[in-house]
């Protein structure tokens, strides 16, 4: 089962619950697993809730019981965004504690920093270097910090740095550079190949499934 969970700057909007064709319950011969807690961060346009659907798909293709949480802020605006995934034998609730994420993907670099807390301590960071100056730098009421990289590397041991927007440019389109860093993410998680191709299969549009395919699967080779 999918329970996906949508908050905005107003509290929760809805609330809505998908089931999957092949249930944990019908896989009876798996041993039991921890639950994997996911955090998928950036700004608005970026792509994270398109990669939190494909990573939820993934899981579900694998008969796990899956429950997602997306808070969009103000993300029209180019606000932050942040996508949490969790899923396993049985989920009790969609929503990440700080200090328990496996995974923090982030698609920009400050953003990683901002929502640092949710990852466990040896948990793994795939970071993308891009950097979006938000409203509050470019008007001049706040400060872009000029050391990211260093702050980065001290707030996550396990650190994978991407410049996944050159990655994607060099595939012809920028706008993969979510799938990039979602084929970075998988290497961090016990879902097979087959289920993440399967996933982008559903999520993405037939004309832009190629590109996709091989935007994970660069991903994938860098992390």
């Known amino acids: ?27 009876p011969d798996r041993s039991p697993k921890e639950t994997k807690s996911i955090v998928l961060v950036g700004v608005g346009g970026q792509g994270i809730l398109l990669a939190s659907e494909i990573l939820a798909q993934a899981a579900m293709i694998q008969g796990y019981q899956v429950k997602t949480n997306e808070v969009h802020g103000m993300a029209q605006r180019g606000g932050s965004v942040m996508a949490q995934i969790r899923y396993g034998e049985e989920v009790k609730s969609p929503l990440v504690s700080k200090k328990s994420a496996h995974i923090l993907g982030a698609l920009e670099k400050v953003e990683a920093l901002r929502y640092w807390e949710f990852l466990r301590p040896d948990g793994l960071a795939a970071v993308s270097s891009q950097a979006i100056v938000p409203v509050t730098v470019s008007s001049g009421l706040a400060r872009y910090p000029e050391n990211v990289e260093e ?31 979602l084929g970075a993410i998988s290497r961090g998680l016990d879902l097979p190949l087959e289920s993440w191709e399967e996933a982008i299969g559903l999520c993405v549009r037939e004309r832009f499934r190629d590109l996709n395919l091989k935007a994970f699967s660069l991903g994938r080779s860098k992390a």
């Open 1 to 27: 089962m999918i329970e996906r969970l949508v908050e905005g700057t107003e509290g929760m909007k809805n609330q809505e619950s998908l089931k999957s064709k092949n249930s944990a319950t019908n896989s």
């Open 151 to 181: 702050l980065l590397a001290r707030a996550f041991p396990r650190l994978v740095y991407i410049d996944a927007p050159e990655m994607a440019k060099g595939l012809g389109d920028s706008r993969a550079a979510n799938i990039i860093l």
